[in-house]
């Protein structure tokens, strides 16, 4: 048992040593992808890719602060709340029980207007923010070229 923990600390700095190695490969990997998008432009994509991960350290902390607050989670929770009982009803009941208890699939009328559309608003805010703030980036860069 001695033996196997010694072993593991002394693999440890080549354990760390490999995960910086996959971090640096992931980077350079993101870059140039970004840097094939814009047009070959390295320092451009280097800038929207530390743009997109320091985004994503804000998002991080935000995330944080929030699951540090009781009212805050419960302002997410109710303000979330419809929607999760809406696509819960369309998956388990019209999908999953529906079919297996009748032998048919259920039917929930799709949500169209207003509330759609603040919908679309939200789900986008929370997920698309990323792919937003690189396409500002890259816009910013070609108006100031």
């Known amino acids: 048992m001695i033996a196997a923990f010694l072993a593991f600390f002394q693999a440890l700095p080549s354990l760390v040593h490999g995960f910086e190695a996959f971090t640096k490969a992931h980077y350079d990997a993101k870059v140039k992808i970004v840097a094939a998008r ?54 388990l009941w019209d999908n999953i029980l529906c079919k297996a208890l009748f032998g048919v699939y259920g039917f929930t009328p799709e949500i169209k207007g207003l509330v759609a559309a603040w919908a679309g608003l939200i789900l986008g805010g929370i997920f698309g923010t990323g792919g937003v703030m690189a396409a500002a980036g890259l816009f910013d860069k070609w108006r100031r070229a």
């Open 38 to 91: 814009i047009g070959g432009d390295t320092e451009t994509a280097k800038q929207i890719v530390s743009g997109l991960v320091s985004e994503g350290q804000t998002r991080v902390e935000w995330l944080r602060t929030v699951s540090q607050s009781k009212f805050l989670m419960w302002m997410v929770g109710l303000w979330s709340a419809p929607w999760i009982v809406y696509e819960w009803k369309v998956v």
